[in-house]
């Protein structure tokens, strides 16, 4: 049966209705906001390490630190929206060598008494060529060793967790790597001893949490 209205008002509260269904209709059929895929991962410390090598007398070595925090944002379907912000852990820095761990503890060098903490903070994403998250990217920031910030980038790569299908973006490891000048940041201690390059390698197991 057709719909039969009893009043004079009625034309007028259909009309209304009709309106705002279809205004609803427009705003759903709307683009969804910038970087609505943009995800949060946290930090699982207990799967996650930061690797450096540096010339001790001639000699590579190779030490590592805890990473202390890491804070990630991602977007897989725009990776250059993405950013990062990761803190490492300078003072619980181990060599395996009690006297090496104690230079690069030192005043001249890392001073870990004052600057405990090692951060970086990212500026820009640029990825692959592909755009592709599993193709990497380059990641470009601030990093602070002591009280000196110096802009670097990192080579990056995620890649699913272990035992994670190929798809599966809820676990990711984050492979940060690079090379630093130490005295650059105003490590300049043991000139004759320590070389002045440093390789970064910092791996962190990150877990989705939107």
């Not at 034309?11 to 209304?16: G, I, M, T």
């Not at 725009?78 to 104690?102: E, I, K, M, Y």
């Amino acid at each position: 049966m057709a719909l039969i209205l009893t009043s004079a008002s009625g034309p007028r509260h259909v009309a209304s209705m009709l309106s705002r269904r279809l205004i609803l209709m427009g705003l759903c059929a709307l683009p969804l906001p910038a970087h609505a895929m943009l995800r949060r991962y946290e930090l699982e410390p207990h799967a996650s390490r930061a690797g450096f090598t540096y010339l001790m007398n001639g000699a590579m070595r190779k030490g590592e630190m805890p990473v202390g925090r890491a804070d990630f944002r991602i977007d897989p379907t725009d990776l250059a929206a993405s950013s990062a912000d990761v803190t490492l852990r300078a003072d619980q820095v181990r060599t395996g060598f009690f006297l090496f761990t104690g230079i690069l503890k030192s005043a001249t060098m890392l001073d870990t008494d004052r600057f405990p903490a090692i951060r970086f903070v990212s500026t820009a994403v640029k990825p692959a060529p592909s755009g592709r998250l599993s193709d990497g990217a380059k990641l470009a920031g601030d990093l602070t060793i002591r009280d000196v910030t110096q802009a670097v980038t990192f080579d990056t790569v995620f890649t699913p967790r272990a035992g994670s299908t190929p798809n599966d973006l809820d676990r990711l490891s984050v492979r940060l790597s690079g090379r630093i000048s130490r005295s650059s940041f105003g490590a300049s201690g043991y000139k004759a001893l320590v070389g002045d390059e440093v390789g970064l390698s910092v791996l962190m197991a990150m877990r989705a949490i939107n």
